[in-house]
């Protein structure tokens, strides 16, 4: 089955730089990536997406780059702001798994003012 | 509008008891999804339901785990003889619909802890 791998565990930056979170998969059949943030005390909510017709998405300071052949996918956030720290979780999804997300473990990212 | 809300918020039990989950998806949302998080862990899926059938439940740990949703809205996670090891946060998404790639919304969570 699938397997979701998330680097850092932990990422702390400065206020205004950026920071880049990574995950590797396993399945080649999966065929979409959501990226969740999840905040003390809430459930996760999804910030971006990118399906596996595509190589990059933004939106706003927020992008996601997908490289179906090494099977890795990455979230990258400029200009970050404190309100920014939260828990970050990447996710792969596929039809053949019936569209269940297999979770990344989670990158907590700090940022420092 | 609401957004899904789960209920008790937190669940503090003991050994050996039965507890029940709720969980109200978001008016229009056919497809249910529950997971269980471990602090430091994403969320690990336990079972969906598309309207009131259980279309997925392979990740159900053990039949002391088990989930409803008779009339397609609410859902209830029921959890008998809980263990010390079931102690976790759970978690209820729901979405549009399931069979293709739709966003799921979480709840906030019931935090439980079996004493």
């Known amino acids: 089955g699938e397997n979701v791998e998330q680097h850092p565990s932990t990422l702390s930056v400065q206020e205004g730089d950026s920071a880049v979170i990574k995950c590797t998969y396993s399945?080649?059949?999966?065929?979409?990536f959501p990226w969740y943030k999840q905040e003390l005390g809430k459930g996760p909510q999804l910030i971006i997406d990118?399906?596996?017709n595509v190589g990059e998405k933004k939106d706003q300071r927020i992008a996601v780059t997908l490289n179906k052949t090494a099977k890795h996918f990455s979230l990258h956030i400029t200009e970050t702001q404190p309100e920014d720290s939260a828990v970050y979780f990447c996710a792969a999804s596929s039809i053949d798994s019936n569209y269940q997300l297999i979770w990344g473990a989670g990158t907590k990212l700090i940022i420092k003012p | 509008g609401a957004g899904v809300s789960q209920t008790p918020s937190n669940k503090v039990t003991e050994k050996g008891k039965y507890v029940e989950l709720r969980c109200d998806p978001i008016?229009?949302?056919?497809?249910l999804y529950w997971y269980r998080q471990s602090l430091g862990q994403g969320p690990e899926f336990l079972i969906y339901f598309q309207g009131t059938g259980a279309a997925d439940d392979s990740g159900l740990p053990n039949d002391r785990f088990f989930a409803v949703r008779p009339e397609g809205s609410v859902s209830t996670l029921k959890i008998q003889r809980t263990e010390r090891g079931d102690s976790a946060v759970y978690l209820c998404?729901?979405?549009?619909?399931?069979?293709?790639?739709?966003?799921?919304?979480f709840g906030p969570g019931t935090r439980l802890t079996v004493l």
């Open positions: 990118i399906r596996s």
């Open positions: 998404a729901s979405s549009l619909t399931s069979g293709s790639f739709h966003e799921q919304f």
């Open positions: 008016s229009g949302h056919t497809a």
């Open positions: 399945d080649s059949a999966s065929n979409y």
